[in-house]
């Protein structure tokens, strides 16, 4: 949305923007799904699997959990890569996985931050999956995706994006979806030599 940048506070824009466009969708999909209904099994198992952080009698503390797992992102998976240390980090994301089974959170009728980390750990860890897979296949230097091994951008980078999903038993699959042409004008501001951009302006 912004362009190969990465300023602060672009952040609050993707979620403004992204977050109405998601409940739009959501909402959308509900109305025109022939559904209709509440798969009761799989809200069910949704529901067991949230509270079964509190049901434990030990466990991991999530917190800890969580900080492992941002240490393998900031370290193999930054914003400088390397094929070998992704590689890495997708066994050490495998790990994580299976810790983040035996955490257990304290119960509590009150605000739990504790069980929160934990709900929080099943979404960072299909992120966190899915950005080192992402960023495994790309082979190239882009924005503000870097390679060590693979510098400078392909030209045939631009025309697809990698599109990551999971197949039925939860396995991340990976393809590479064709972009389509983009509208001229942004394709002439895309294409541009940074002249073209800034005019006749002159500077004193």
Request: hydrophobic letters at 40%; zero cysteines.
């Amino acid at each position: 949305m912004h362009g190969a940048n990465r300023l602060g506070g672009n952040s609050l824009s993707d979620l403004l923007v992204f977050g109405k466009l998601a409940g739009m969708g959501a909402a959308d999909y509900v109305k025109n799904s022939s559904q209709g209904k509440v798969d009761e099994p799989q809200a069910t198992a949704i529901i067991r699997r949230a509270t079964g952080f509190l049901n434990k009698e030990e466990g991991l503390n999530p917190f800890v959990v969580q900080e492992d797992l941002q240490k393998i992102m900031q370290q193999l998976v930054g914003i400088v890569r390397l094929g070998t240390e992704l590689q890495k980090a997708l066994v050490e994301l495998e790990r994580i996985k299976k810790d983040i089974e035996k955490v257990k959170a304290h119960a509590s009728p009150q605000f739990n931050p504790g069980w929160n980390a934990a709900i929080d750990l099943n979404n960072l860890i299909v992120t966190a999956e899915a950005v080192t897979i992402a960023a495994l296949a790309r082979e190239e230097s882009r924005g503000g995706h870097s390679r060590i091994d693979f510098q400078g951008e392909h030209e045939d980078g631009i025309t697809y994006n990698v599109v990551i999903k999971k197949d039925q038993n939860g396995k991340m699959q990976l393809r590479k979806e064709p972009r389509s042409a983009p509208p001229k004008e942004l394709k002439d501001i895309a294409y541009a030599k940074i002249e073209d951009l800034e005019g006749n302006r002159s500077y004193v």
